[in-house]
């Protein structure tokens, strides 16, 4: 690879294409419909160029025939100015500031899909978990859209996660269990670059903690070096709950986590401490289960207040804060009025909440986990 010296607030920028790339009706109270009730072809690149920055390491591809140059502009703060849809990762890669998920689509994978990219989706979050997500409809999806012309592949940040075996369901894991941790890594990226119709992913996530660390550095060296290769532009980390372990794992890796990606609620104490290791760490946090966890925040009489106040749904609310705090949430509704309210929480311009506002929601996500530790 070629190597490019850069300060920590620089970023490398490719001139062609970045990795990732009236009133409405409120919602109601949560239903089963809005959030699912149960947790949980382009051109082959010619060289890979490496910005070491500080501690982590950013990659951008080039293309056979495509300059690269090096931007001396800041990278994306973690408070994005209002309407600015994309922030920019610790990896240099681009990430919508809000991303469709697509677990428990089952048949409508493909369709929903479809839709949220219509809609102005340009985040897709899977997974090569058979049980749970069907990777392969979501690059059904990919390939109508782009046949369509409604976008290139360019366009969209796609992101999947290698699963370990206790999280698959033993009749349809898509790679050998028996295999070494690495072999398992490399079989199920390759089952998610044929699934998804693609000769690269932007964001490759370790959807959880192996059941040794060991084994779960072992996992994310064979991560590391698809990012190297550059097959992957990022890679991140699922359902890390153990501060340490993402303490150990940012101290052995050669590539910190880009992202930490959890559920978002009060059991876990709303992962105070792990997000303030992601700020001082430059990884950003995504949230999944964010509405139909905290159905006591989302409708609290303090975000009713600020929605009636700013003709917005509590969602919109609620998803406002959390990208006012640097927080990239999923979103899986099924809904297409629903997409649309999503999308306007990182779109327009003129939505914000106001310092009561996020002090507010502070205080009940505060006395939330207060509550949490006394039980």
């Known amino acids: 690879p070629v190597l490019l010296p850069c300060s920590n607030r620089a970023e490398v920028a490719i001139n062609v294409r970045p990795f990732g790339g009236g009133v409405s009706k409120p919602r109601s109270a949560p239903a089963v419909d809005r959030r699912s009730a149960r947790p949980s072809s382009c ?95 979501v690059g059904e999806a990919l390939q109508r859209v782009i046949s369509k012309g409604l976008v290139e592949r360019k366009d969209i940040f796609l992101q999947t996660k290698f699963t370990p075996p206790p999280g698959q369901d033993p009749a349809s894991i898509p790679y050998n269990p028996r295999a070494s941790v690495t072999a398992q890594v490399l079989e199920s990226f390759n089952v998610s670059l044929r699934n998804l119709g693609t000769n690269y992913i932007d964001s490759l996530v370790l959807h959880s903690p192996l059941n040794t660390f060991e084994k779960t550095a072992q996992a994310w060296k064979t991560m590391e070096d698809l990012q190297l290769q550059g097959k992957v532009g990022q890679i991140g980390i699922s359902n890390c709950y153990d501060l340490s372990t993402l303490q150990n794992l940012c101290k052995d890796a050669r590539i910190k986590p880009a992202i930490l990606q959890n559920r978002f609620y009060a059991d876990t104490l709303y992962d105070t401490n792990l997000r303030k290791f992601c700020d001082e760490n430059n990884i950003i946090y995504q949230s999944f289960w964010t509405l139909t966890a905290n159905p006591g925040l989302l409708y609290s009489p303090q975000v009713r207040d600020a929605a009636s106040r700013l003709d917005k749904t509590e969602a919109q609310i609620l998803f406002k804060y959390l990208s006012m705090k640097g927080i990239v949430p999923l979103t899986g509704t099924k809904d297409l009025t629903h997409m649309q309210q999503d999308l306007e929480v990182i779109s327009d311009q003129n939505f914000n909440l106001q310092e009561e506002d996020v002090s507010a929601i502070d205080d009940l996500i505060f006395e939330a986990c207060k509550n949490a530790r006394d039980e």
């Not at 890979?48 to 140059?69: D, E, H, N, P, Q």
């Not at 991303?99 to 048949?107: D, H, L, P, Q």
């Not at 929903?112 to 897709?124: N, P």
Request: with cysteine; hydrophobic share 35%.
């Open 43 to 137: 051109l082959p690149a010619t060289f890979t160029l490496m910005c070491v920055a500080g501690s982590s390491v950013g990659l951008i591809r080039s293309f056979r025939g495509v300059s690269l140059r090096a931007s001396s502009v800041p990278a994306d703060s973690k408070t994005p100015g209002p309407g600015s849809m994309w922030r920019t990762t610790a990896a240099s890669v681009r990430m919508p500031r809000m991303i469709y998920g697509t677990a428990w689509k089952s048949e409508q994978t493909a369709e929903l899909v479809e839709k949220a990219i219509e809609t102005g989706f340009r985040g897709i979050d899977t997974a090569c978990q058979p049980r749970h997500y069907r990777e392969e409809l």
